[in-house]
Structure formats: structure tokens, C-alpha cells
């Protein structure tokens, strides 16, 4: 699989960048360990994620490897970041990271029902979809695994940002057009708020990436949580900018 991996991040470099391709690979090489990376992932997830005295609210995060800081300390992550900021700025709010290396909409879409019950958010942050796209799934799934979470938060009563991928162009163009418009089409179709691209501000910085050339780096959280955070933060205040 890691030369099998090689090959494929070495033909999208060529094509899209390097950032890009890194990530879309990624899922490819942890496919294999998910069992084992989500466990160990809960548990540190558990040890940021208490609530303080005066937390009233819950943010949920769902997504892969890209939200749950993988390679890294899991308080160096993006999603930390946010919740380390919003001690600070928003002290009603607790921050709860449910996401799983690896994961695929399919995943999520089974367990979105039980964190929506053990943690009752009012916003709920999906990230997911690109490993669906690595693995050629029919956007028709994706779309529909998708809808299914943001029909289910909605049905709870919490407020969704969906946040986008992108797949290089050697996936075909039909395909990829079809997969970047899921997240706007979604968006629209539920009224959910939505950031159209996750890696946008490093997509295509080398230096933003961890050794293995897969996954970003500690530097690169920062602008990550930045990114976030100016979709996200106006949900926390009861509002919804929905996608046009």
C-alpha cells in the first residue's frame, strides 16, 4: 500500500501541488489503521474536550485525519486550537472531537445518531467526504451518507457547518466537477452553513506538511483554525449564512 501510495502522490503532485495530492493520499495509507488511531485519538480527544464550570453549549466536530491532528499531539490540532481559543471567547461552549482517521461519510453517517445523543450539540461541524472521493465511491453515496448527517443534526436542533474537499483532476473531470459541487448542492438543499475548502490557505505550500508528506504540520493548524473560525464562529452566535 505505501508504494502503491508513492506512486499515486507522486503523478498528483505533478498535476494539483503538492498539499492537495499529500492529503488525498493520506487516506489511502490509513485506511488500513483506523481501529487503532481512533482509540488513541478518543483518548487524548477526551482529555481537552471537558467542559469548564460555566460550558452550557456543545460544538461536535465529524471528520477525518484532517480534524483529528493526526501525526500530531492531538493540542496541536485545528479543533484544539478552536477550543483552546474559545475558553477564552466564547466560555459557554465545550468542544468535542469525534473525528476518526480514515473515516469515510459512510462512518460518519453511522455514527452521527449516538454522538448526537451522548453529546447534544447546538453546532455541528462535517468534514468529511475526501476519502470517498480517493476511493472512487459514487458521489451519489457520498451525497446521500452526507444529507443523512446534516438531516439528523438538523432534527436534533443543532445549527451544521459543512466543510468541503477537493479531488485532482486525473479522477476525471465528470467526477470531480460533480464532487465539488456536493458541498455547495448540500449546503443549499439544507441551509447549512458552509466552508467550500478546508486546505485552501496551505493547499499548495510545501512547508505546511509533516514528514511524510501527507498530513499538515503543527505550523500549518494555526491558519487551519483561522479558516474555520470565520465560518464557524457567526453558528455560535445563532447565526446561519447559508450557501446562496
Not at 100 to 112: K, L
Request: proline content about 5%; overall charge positive.
Amino acid at each position: 500500500m505505501q508504494n502503491s501510495c508513492a506512486a499515486v502522490r507522486d503523478c498528483l503532485q505533478s498535476v494539483i501541488g503538492h498539499g492537495i495530492a499529500a492529503v488525498l493520499c493520506a487516506a489511502m495509507l490509513l485506511a488500513p489503521v483506523v481501529a487503532a488511531v481512533s482509540q488513541r485519538e478518543v483518548a487524548a480527544v477526551a482529555a481537552i474536550a471537558a467542559p469548564s464550570k460555566t460550558a452550557t453549549h456543545t460544538l461536535l466536530v465529524m471528520g477525518d485525519s484532517l480534524s483529528a491532528a493526526y501525526g500530531l499531539d492531538v493540542s496541536q490540532g485545528w479543533v484544539a486550537l478552536t477550543a483552546a481559543d474559545m475558553r477564552g471567547s466564547h466560555a459557554a461552549w465545550r468542544v468535542v472531537n469525534a473525528s476518526v482517521s480514515g473515516e469515510t461519510t459512510a462512518g460518519g453517517a453511522a455514527r452521527i445518531k449516538a454522538e448526537l445523543a451522548r453529546t447534544r450539540p447546538a453546532v455541528v461541524v462535517i468534514e468529511l467526504g475526501a476519502n470517498d472521493g480517493l476511493r472512487g465511491l459514487p458521489n451519489s453515496v457520498t451525497r446521500a451518507n452526507l444529507g443523512h448527517m446534516i438531516e439528523a443534526t438538523q432534527a436534533a436542533g443543532a445549527r451544521v457547518l459543512l466543510i468541503g474537499m477537493r479531488l485532482p483532476p486525473n479522477y476525471g473531470r465528470a467526477y470531480t466537477t460533480e464532487f465539488a459541487g456536493l458541498y455547495p448542492g448540500l449546503a443549499k438543499q439544507f441551509g447549512t452553513a458552509l466552508l467550500p475548502f478546508l486546505l485552501s490557505p496551505i493547499a499548495l505550500d510545501r512547508s505546511a506538511y509533516l514528514a511524510d508528506n501527507l498530513h499538515p504540520n503543527a505550523a500549518a493548524q494555526p491558519a487551519l483554525k483561522s479558516h474555520v473560525w470565520k465560518a464557524l464562529e457567526p453558528l455560535l452566535r445563532g447565526k446561519v449564512h447559508t450557501a446562496r
